[in-house]
Structure formats: structure tokens, C-alpha cells
């Protein structure tokens, strides 16, 4: 393997030096992604302006068997983009025009770099927007979105990246250039965009994006309603969409959650709740309308103390700013916490909510609980102070033992944040040996060389040499006599 | 390669006599699919009932080197159930248990050979059903469906096949079982299942199938409308999509499709149009009702001559007998037609339209035309007479031009009937050399061998040898100087 460095002046040829850096000081502003607990320096910092420019940086890495992690913003929760020391951090981040605003067709082709909400609102004028919303969308670029299958509070109703993007332009690890699906869905042929939007860069860098856009709802109606307890907030959760309603949104917090975010900004919740839900609707006006009394009364024959319902759009920014604040303002309560991603089905969040507290109290570690309630995409916020001696550990463990609760209850390790570098080593806990190495099949397929963002999601990387093929002794039925197979 | 007929005795030990088929006259019955244009007997036939016996019969021709060829209900109209005369063909009919129907979580997971029909039958008590509703609903099975990505007229506004299923139960061509995906969605890793559902056979055998259900609408509302041409239908589907309205179906039929369906179910048509829309709308009520009139309105302002409303469902049954009937229908005013299967962006259909009637006009062939309008997912009836020398012929080449009419328009080569053996020799039209050789990455990866399905949707094999990469010289930017690449 030659060394990234190595590359610098044959890639400063192509890029132009501005776009190369080599100098230790700059190369460390991308030492990390939004999960700052892991750093790692990374040996060269590229920034193309084009897809011939991330082709040609691919490779070069290709032919010299050098690693390269793409990175946009670089907002993510997983280190997804956490680069690797003897290797290249490809930044798309200076790729950012909207190349195509096709309203007739419902469709944008944007770069990787472009902003999450700057797309919208170049939509918007045209009574169109971009539906996935992540709570980092003013900043978080859509090319990191589709490396991590992103969603956002209103994914409940609207679905998640993978169902808004209809074609890629790819840079495979081997550096071709190929285009995977387009404006139209359900081309013939392998539909791998699936596979690709989530693929978190093990499987080639998109240099174009084409999306849906949605149509702006005629109508929006918001409501937050207070409960005593989480468990009859979970309850108004499961009466809501088993009526048939699907709202936009369904937030819920805890009390702890409430008191950091009144702490942060102030928000004028409803006091002494055990737990509040933001209930979003939006769509046709006499279907909004219709639901939203629906969903109002079912809030109240579950157990809501309180009802408010937002009179205007400055309301509605008072209801979710509390929620929109809440990770930041947990900063207010607690010198350090970690961000979880869990989800389990809908209908056994009220247990898993109480062996949260029952796993809190036993260990002394506080968590805060925010979330994606319709989803059932948990995110509990784990609190501790590093200067308790061993607190950080221990809450640590509660964190990982949360995503032990959720597989537990048929649920999964991550969300909406992705595997990254950080939960591989919880992939084992979900997948069996033959799930996962069907997955490294298309691994190999892609990237026989590993050097697509390499240890990142997959904890034990397959020696892409093997044949593939069935594996003497690890299958279930390899060892099965004939009666077993009847 | 062992001969296929060799393996018999070694599967009726695995499958029980009665489930391995080799006589001739009985093999002769699965000598094609719903294309009858195709026939090719298969050297042996099974009828697994068991995942441990499809798993059985896989890896007994993997070791052997004998192709499979996976079948359902053999009702698919691209040829992607023939069988290959040196194979084993894999029925799955009798795989047609629900084995789990899962009302809370709004999922049931099924055998393949469920039938499409069935499943809605066991769900609607619970007020759900299964979406995707083909034409051939009655008999077609769920495996087929997930092998060829099957639509329907409703999913314009639900989506097909792959909109949902969020799980397969696979046994790889290796005969591995895996599973990929569940009952949740959007699993961390990769996901597959957009791979999977549509790839015709190719990368294995779904042995159980987890679908989304479907809350029953509560308000269904139907139309029939008649304009003087298609250019006025297609301008009042371009009206209605425009407004916002998503209906759950859009319906066209041209005069000759008019023609066909009257002489044959008498479905009352208004006389003398040339071409009428079905427009369906469901939902809450409170929505369909403002909707609808809406609906109703673009029509008439878009030139209909005459708008029904179905007063009732047996009203309804009619307006959709003679759609239904269609393509059957058309044997009463030919002795041959072929069903054709392209797609087109909505907003070309008027000009697509235009240039097949102008190609028809130019050839002397007749061409019906019949389409799920919304999706702009055309299947032209090309009829053609066997005992007039040349015409099948002349035929074909109209059904081929018109494919390329699709693709010219930015269209597709299939909307929904999917590639199999008749449309391979398309692929090139509308993909290039290193987008195929992209997807036959995919397909090496799980079928090194190539016994899964070969001959299908692919035109020419990828030499699965060789060293996944770059292929020197077949890159448009393999010889780019460097000022091309800024």
C-alpha cells in the first residue's frame, strides 16, 4: 500500500492545489464527525468540484490500494465519516448546486453537497419541498443523507431518505461512473438503490442525487398535549395510528427531557408532565380538519391532563422548538451525555420505556428520553459527568444494554443515525453470520480491495478471495438428515 | 453438468415421490408462463413444500452445475418463469400457506405461493388488504410477484410489489437460507430486498414473504369519463396529477380497446368515444368527497363529452369489467395480438400516443391501446393475423418500434411485466455496458455459477471470473486528459 501522501502531488495535478490539503493543522477540522468521541486524523483531504474530479481521486486510490472515506457535512451521529489515518477524506461539501429543479416531474438531480433544507427552499416557491428532515437539516448535506439513510421527525408519515431518492450517479470503489436509477421509479434490471442509499460509502461515493419532491400540504394542524406518565403518552401513540390516522409527526418527551429543554429555551410546556407529545398533521384541508379531532379526543381518553392546540405557525415553532432543543439542552443538565438510536415496534414502547427507568435506577445513571413516538425510533439521552470517576463507563453500559432492550422487544440498533463506526460491533447482536456475509457478497462485489470506507459498518470484514458459496458446517441445514428437511 | 434428469432420485428422496415430476407428457404442462410465445420443457419438475426442501433441491443442482428456474403460478407475460430445458424448474404452488397475519403491526408473512387474492381475502375481515393488485390477482402468487415486481392499476398511488414487502425469507443459489429484512423497515446494513424483489429469479428463491397490509379506505369514488380523443383524456390525467389529486387509479382506453371490450362484456360504454378514463379516488371520506368533485371538474374541462359516477359498487364492478377484460377482449377483433409493456413520463403520453397511431397508420397494424394512464404505463394491444403472411412479423416489429418510442421519451422498456426472456435483447437500449456490468456484479456475487434463472434479463452474461474493477478502455473517462476532469 503506498501511502496517501504519496498521491498528493499526482492528485494536486487534477484537483488544483487549493483542493488538496496536506498541512497537519487543517487536516485535523476533519478529524471527527458529529460523534466526537472517535478522532482519527486523516493522512489527505481532498475537495473535488466534480464527478471526473471524485473519479479521478477514486482511482488513484484504487491503483495504489490507499482508502477513502467520503464525507459532507460531516453532521452524522454514527462516524460514518470518521476518516481513516492512511487514507483519503474525499469532502463533497464544495459540490453543491441544484442541477436540475424538474417541478413537472417531481424531481430534483442535486450534487451530494447541497444542503438538506437549501433544496426545499429553492422547491418551495413552486409549492414543492423535500420531505426527509433530519433535525440537522440546515446544515447536513443530502449526500451524507443517502450514505446514512437519514430520517427526521416527519419520516413517520413521509418515509425515509431511501424513499425519495429514484436514481444515483455513482463512483464505484473501482472509480467507474454509472448511473442507477433516474427520474422514473422501478427501472428493469437490479434495483440497487436500495442497497446503495444506506450503504454509508462502502459501496462508492454519489456524485448526483435525484429525488421527489413533495407537494407543500394545503393545511398543517399542531398539537401538544401533556400526560402524567410516558405510558399514557404510549397509549394515545397506539390508539392515534390504530384509528387509522397517520400523522405527519408524534413526538414524545419525558420529564427529563422537559425540565432540560425549559431550562434551554424556555419553551412554556405544561408543568409537572410526566411526559408531552407533539402531534403534527398536514395534507388536504378537510382531511387534516376531520383527523386532527380525532387525534385531539384520543389524546384525552388517554389520560392528556392538557390539549393545546397551535392557533398559528408561531405556536407551532414554540411547540417543536422545545423538541427541536432538546439534545443541545440536555448540556444544561448534565456536563456529558451520550445520543442513543434504537427503535422497537410501536406497540411495546410503554415496556421498554419502564425498563429504561428500571435500568436507570438501578445503575444511578439519568436518561432523558426524546423521540420519534410513531416510529418507534427511541433516543434516549444517556447522562454522566466525567469527572465521577468510572460514570462515563457505566453509562456507557446503560447504552449499550438500551440496545439489548430494543432487540430484545424486535426491534433494532439503529434508526435513523446509521452503524458507522460506532455500532458495528453491535451488528452480530441483530444479524446471524449468514445474513451478514450475504450482505459482504455485494460488499466484495463493489469493493473487493475494502477500500470503500473501510470498518465501517460490518464488525469482521469478509475475505472477498472466498469463493462465495455455501460454507461447510455453518448452515443451519448443512449437518440436517432428510427427515429434518420434510 | 450433470444432466438434470440424474438428480431425480437423489430429490425423491429429499421431496417423497410424488413431488418429483419426469414424465414427459406432465412436464409438457409447465412448457411456458402467461407468455405462450415461449415454450421450453424442462428436464425435471419439483413441488417442494418445505424451505429445508427448496434449500434441498438448490443445493443438490449447485453441486451438480444444473440450472433452476423458480415458477409460481406461471401467469407472468415476460417469459421469466421458462423453464430451461437442461434444468430443474422449482413450482412453489404448493407453498401457499399464511403463516402469519399480523393485524397490530400491519404485516403478514406469507409462502410464495400465496395468492395475490387470498392474502387480501384474510386481511379484510380485520378491515386491511395486500395493495399491489395485478391483473391476474385471482390466480397470480405473491412469489411471482416479488420475482417479477408486479403492479396493478391501484399502484399509482400505493406502489408496487417492492413498495411492499419488507422481508424475504431467500435461499440463495448457494442453497443457503438467509433472511433479509422483517416485519420493520429500513434495517441497518445493507438492504437487499430492493435487489431481491424484482430481479426475476436471479439471485435465489424467496421462500416466505413479509408484506405491509393496508388499512380498506373508508370511501371509495369512481368515474367513468368520455372524451373525443386521447389527446383530451391524457390532458385531463396531466390536469388532475397537476392539482395535487392522487387518485388510486387512472385508467385509459382508446376506441379499439373500446370496441374489443363492448363486443365482448357488453360493459356499456359511452358510444362513440374515442377514448375513456377511469378515475378512482379513495380514502377518508372527508378527502375523497372534495377530491373527487375536483377530479370530476378537470375532466369536463379537459373536454369530456360524458362523466358517470358509479352510484354503487355493483356500478363500480362495471366500469372496471370493461378494463378488466380488455386484454382478453381483443381476441374477439383479432385473431392475434401481442401485449406490450412499456412506460413513458406522464406528461409525453398525448405525443407517444400521437406516434403510435402514426406507426400503426404507416405499418397497417392495428394497435389498442389500454394503460394504467397515471403512471404513464402503457400496454399497447398490437394485433396481428396469423394466416396473413408477414403480419406476426410486422407485428413484432411495431411492439419492438414502440419500445423505442418510450425510451426516446425518456421512458422504460417495462412497467411492470419485468424483462425475463423477452425483453434481455432490450436491456442495451436503455442501460449502458458498465451500468449492466454494475448490476451483473450483483448478480455474480450470489451466483457465481449462473444456474439461477440464466437467459433472463440479461442480454449478454458477465464472465463471473473475472476481477471485479475497472475495465481499461470501456470508460468514458479512462482516457479523459486532465482538463477534462475539472
Redo the contacts between chains.
Keep these: 500500500m503506498v501511502d496517501a501522501r504519496g498521491l498528493a502531488g499526482q492528485l494536486r495535478?487534477?484537483l488544483?492545489d487549493a483542493a488538496v490539503i496536506t498541512d497537519r493543522q487543517r487536516l485535523r477540522t476533519y478529524e471527527c464527525d458529529g460523534l466526537a468521541q472517535y478522532k482519527v486524523t486523516p493522512a489527505l483531504v481532498v475537495l473535488p468540484r466534480?464527478t471526473?474530479?471524485v473519479?479521478?481521486v477514486v482511482?488513484a486510490c484504487?491503483a495504489a490500494g490507499v482508502p477513502f472515506v467520503a464525507r459532507g457535512s460531516g453532521t452524522g451521529l454514527s462516524g460514518g465519516a470518521l476518516p481513516h489515518a492512511d487514507g483519503v477524506l474525499i469532502v463533497t461539501s464544495t459540490m453543491r448546486s441544484v442541477l436540475d429543479l424538474d417541478i413537472?416531474?417531481q424531481r430534483a438531480v442535486v450534487e451530494p453537497g447541497v444542503i438538506n433544507l437549501h433544496l426545499s427552499r429553492e422547491a418551495l416557491p413552486h409549492g414543492y419541498y423535500y420531505a426527509p428532515d433530519p433535525s440537522s437539516q440546515q446544515v447536513c448535506s443530502i449526500g451524507g443523507n443517502v450514505a446514512e439513510?437519514s430520517?427526521g421527525a416527519h419520516c413517520l408519515k413521509y418515509g425515509?431518505t431511501?424513499n425519495h431518492v429514484t436514481g444515483l450517479e455513482l463512483v464505484?470503489p473501482?472509480?467507474?461512473?454509472?448511473?442507477?436509477g433516474g427520474?422514473?421509479?422501478?427501472?428493469?434490471?437490479?434495483?440497487?438503490?436500495?442497497?446503495l442509499?444506506?450503504?454509508e460509502g462502502t459501496?462508492g461515493i454519489a456524485t448526483k442525487v435525484t429525488v421527489r419532491l413533495t407537494?407543500s400540504p394545503?393545511a398543517v394542524s399542531t398539537l401538544l398535549a401533556a400526560f402524567p406518565d410516558t405510558d399514557r403518552a404510549g397509549a394515545a401513540v397506539s390508539a392515534i395510528i390504530a384509528a387509522?390516522v397517520v400523522p405527519a409527526a408524534i413526538e414524545m418527551m419525558d420529564a427529563l427531557a422537559i425540565e432540560a429543554a425549559e431550562a434551554a429555551v424556555h419553551c412554556g410546556y405544561p408543568p409537572g408532565a410526566g411526559a408531552v407529545l407533539i402531534v403534527e398533521l398536514d395534507?388536504?384541508?378537510?382531511?387534516v380538519?376531520?383527523?386532527f379531532a380525532e387525534a385531539e379526543r384520543l389524546c384525552r381518553a388517554s389520560g392528556a391532563t392538557e390539549v393545546r392546540v397551535a392557533a398559528d405557525d408561531a405556536e407551532r415553532a414554540l411547540f417543536w422548538k422545545g423538541r427541536k432543543s432538546a439534545f443541545a439542552a440536555v448540556g444544561r443538565i448534565s456536563p456529558g451525555y451520550i445520543v442513543q438510536d434504537g427503535?422497537v415496534?410501536r406497540?411495546a414502547l410503554p415496556q421498554v420505556l419502564r425498563r429504561i427507568a428500571q435500568l436507570s435506577a438501578d445503575t444511578g445513571i439519568r436518561v432523558a428520553n426524546v423521540f420519534h413516538a410513531g416510529d418507534g425510533n427511541l433516543h434516549p439521552l444517556v447522562l454522566f459527568d466525567d469527572a465521577v470517576p468510572g460514570e462515563s463507563a457505566r453509562a456507557e453500559e446503560v447504552s449499550g444494554a438500551i440496545l439489548d432492550l430494543c432487540l430484545e422487544h424486535?426491534?433494532?440498533?439503529?434508526?435513523e443515525h446509521?452503524?458507522g463506526a460506532d455500532?458495528a460491533r453491535y451488528?452480530p447482536r441483530?444479524?446471524d453470520a449468514?445474513?451478514?456475509d450475504?450482505?459482504q457478497?455485494?460488499?466484495?462485489?463493489?469493493d473487493?480491495q475494502s477500500i470503500s470506507n473501510p470498518g465501517k459498518?460490518?464488525p469482521t470484514p469478509r475475505l472477498c478471495g472466498e469463493?462465495?458459496?455455501?460454507?461447510q458446517g455453518t448452515?443451519?441445514?448443512a449437518e440436517?438428515g432428510?427427515a429434518?428437511?420434510?
Tied chains: 1, 2.
Excluded at 473501482?174 to 442507477?180: K, P
Excluded at 469463493?467 to 460454507?471: K, L, T
Aim: hydrophobic residues 40%.
Design positions: 495535478t487534477v488544483g466534480t471526473g474530479q473519479a479521478a482511482r484504487a413537472v416531474n439513510n430520517g425515509f431511501t464505484t473501482a472509480g467507474d461512473v454509472v448511473q442507477v427520474k422514473a421509479p422501478d427501472a428493469p434490471g437490479y434495483d440497487l438503490l436500495g442497497a442509499v444506506g450503504s459501496l407537494r394545503e387509522g395534507g388536504p384541508g378537510a382531511d380538519e376531520h383527523e427503535v415496534p406497540t424486535g426491534g433494532s440498533i439503529t434508526g446509521g452503524v455500532k451488528m441483530m444479524f449468514d445474513d451478514l450475504t450482505m457478497l455485494v460488499r466484495c462485489a463493489f473487493p459498518v460490518f469463493r462465495p458459496g455455501r460454507h448452515h443451519p441445514l440436517a432428510v429434518e428437511v420434510f
